[in-house]
């Protein structure tokens, strides 16, 4: 059996396979970021992200939005868990060959969203490879009255999504800025019962939400913000890459949070969490989980 | 100007260029893990390694001794600060038509490790690469009174080396037991002034140590302790990948350690420090720096 047959998901639970972890882990693999024990009133956050050359980014676009994207990422992971980022360690393999341009360039990236961001950039390793590789590992915290799982979600939560949806690849997968203001003001004010940010794609991340929590969906498709660079309907929830919020939350509250919402962000509510888990449908303009 | 022309350190120099660390840093790039405020008795360490295919090792080595050095190669560098592993979160990069044994085997050795020294392994990451890379991120702690910085060394320390260096090619590179349990020993019975682990080879990590604390050294060559799979003196201090520990400290505290060391792993005094960097002489059986 291959890599290939078995898929992204399965390869990385194979990992925890036959393991227990210690008392000290709160949540281990299976959520955006590890849940892990820290003082009186905080857990840390640590999560990780490989960028291939390739796979993830064209050696053409140059290195800073590189830099920018290796560390956004995982700001996107912490900012999902209702966490604050704190320190980073990069390790970068490159060409021998590459001019070193480019090197600083993706330094600067990497620098200029620590420097938002307020990460302090703690430790590197740099190696020879072929292809060029970044790898950030992030560290946070959060108040453990602030943290939010994606297993929290209740039925009759109103379903959020932030920004619009769809079509990346032209740009903002690489040129995105991480949720994490808007993430820390929904901790901080309003009751969030679940959240993860939008990689995969808005029905395969909410997905991960309602199996954590045993619960199905209903989501009116005329609802979901489309971005003007998504082809369609089918793009915008099944591209990936968004780095935008989905989160649940009690319906009461979120009329409340649509009021209150200061940002510029856009917010959309697109649906409504179940008891049940069924099947997608997609017809009538509503979709089943 | 390229990457080859400016050297593997210079280049994670240029991440740190320009940063100013927050006052929650201890230590940040330039030691073996960033040392990191914590608690009121203990620091976080912080430290990741990024191994690559053809570079680090050749796939016909087997999925088993690669899992295990990528967690290894961070436990010795945590061990070298005087501290205890805790959280490891591992990103894999396969090319998906690698056999799913070779993973397997690649978690086994993982997992094997992270059990001996009751890590948890708490997050990961997979995607898809030409050639097979590995980064693990390892989270640690140290007790404030038994952290060991690289900057430590003072004039009249004796030189002590663990085991027997050189030809680690020949198999140790690959599989060799971090020296974990030495380090805690030393630093909760001893007065530790610096301590490095040997990956570059033993005469360029002492010179990591001296550089930081702006002294000299004296290498009796003659009680450099050469592996039976070394060539000859100069392989034993030039190889590197041997993962023992080089540590300094007060010369009476040292004939101590001496009386009192009890593990089976060797226990070499190779030098002293002194006051003033001198170039490498090689004469004469000293060497000086």
């Known amino acids: 059996m291959r890599i290939k047959d078995l898929g992204e998901f399965s390869l990385i639970k194979r990992l925890a396979k036959d393991i227990k ?5 709160i949540a281990g693999i299976g959520d955006d970021a590890a849940v892990l024990r820290h003082t009186r009133d905080k857990y840390l956050l640590f999560t990780s992200d490989m960028l291939v ?14 830099g920018k994207k290796s560390l956004s990422v995982n700001i996107s992971d912490i ?15 490159v060409p021998p060959s590459l001019d070193l341009k ?11 969203v620590a ?9 590197g390793d740099t190696v020879a490879s072929e292809k060029i590789v970044i790898n950030v590992s992030l560290l946070g915290e959060v108040e453990k009255k602030n943290l939010v799982l994606r297993s929290g979600a209740k039925q009759g939560d109103a379903i959020f999504v932030t920004g619009a949806l769809g079509g990346s690849l032209k740009g903002k997968h690489l040129d995105f800025i991480p949720r994490l203001e808007e993430a820390r003001f929904l901790v901080k004010n309003f009751n969030i019962n679940s959240m993860i940010d939008v990689s995969d794609g808005l029905f395969s991340d909410l997905d991960h939400i309602l199996k954590s929590s045993r619960k199905g969906a209903l989501v009116y498709e005329k609802a979901v913000p489309i971005s003007k660079h998504a082809k369609d309907f089918k793009s915008a929830v099944r591209d990936g890459e968004d780095f935008e919020l989905v989160f649940t939350m009690p319906r009461a509250e979120g009329r409340k949070l649509v009021k209150k919402w200061p940002f510029k962000t856009r917010l959309s509510e697109i649906g409504k969490v179940c008891k049940d888990r069924r099947k997608i449908t997609g017809a009538r303009g509503y979709t089943h989980f």
Chains 1, 2 share one sequence.
């Open 115 to 123: 420097r938002r961001f307020r990460i302090d950039l703690v430790g």
């Open 53 to 66: 050359e390739g796979k993830h980014f064209r050696k053409t676009s140059g290195g800073y939005l590189v």
């Open 79 to 93: 900012a999902a868990m209702g966490g604050v980022p704190m320190f980073a360690v990069i390790s970068l393999g």
């Open 21 to 25: 972890s210690s008392a000290r882990v």
């Open 102 to 112: 480019y090197v600083d360039a993706l330094y600067k990236g990497i620098r200029d």
